[in-house]
């Protein structure tokens, strides 16, 4: 457990976010980002984070779907959200990072190459 003091059990959940909201420490938040046991923990130390390389690892080598998006949620970079989004295994991963993506020949050739049509109807509506 890398949140310290916190019970996992616990139904509080509101204590430890309050908790991760206030580490001020970028490498504190992404070892628990990374290490932590709890998804939602994960999640919500990703949430704090805005170093883009560490996001993009973070969305394409979570266990866990939910936090992989989230990681995609925060990026920036259009570079590696390209590669999200024309790359990554999971289709609800690759769906995230195209409505992020503005550029139309990238959509275009998403819409007409990914295999997953979920996918391809997200780069066709935006």
Do not use: P, W
Not at 26 to 45: E, F, V
Not at 105 to 111: D, G, M, P, T, Y
Request: glycine residues 2%.
């Amino acid at each position: 457990m890398l949140m310290n003091g916190l019970n996992k059990n616990s139904t509080d959940f509101k204590v430890m976010c309050d908790k991760i909201d206030a580490i001020s420490d970028l490498n504190a938040l992404k070892r628990i980002a990374k290490n932590d046991s709890d998804y939602r923990i994960r999640i919500r130390a990703v949430a704090r984070i805005s170093d883009d390389s560490f996001l993009y690892e973070i969305s394409k080598s979570d266990s866990n779907r939910k936090v992989r998006i989230a990681a995609v949620a925060n990026i920036t970079n259009s570079d590696y959200l390209k590669s999200i989004a024309e790359g990554h295994a999971d289709c609800h991963v690759r769906a995230a990072a195209i409505e992020k993506i503005n550029d139309k020949n990238v959509l275009e050739r998403i819409a007409q190459n990914d295999s997953n049509k979920r996918v391809k109807k997200t780069a066709l509506k935006k």
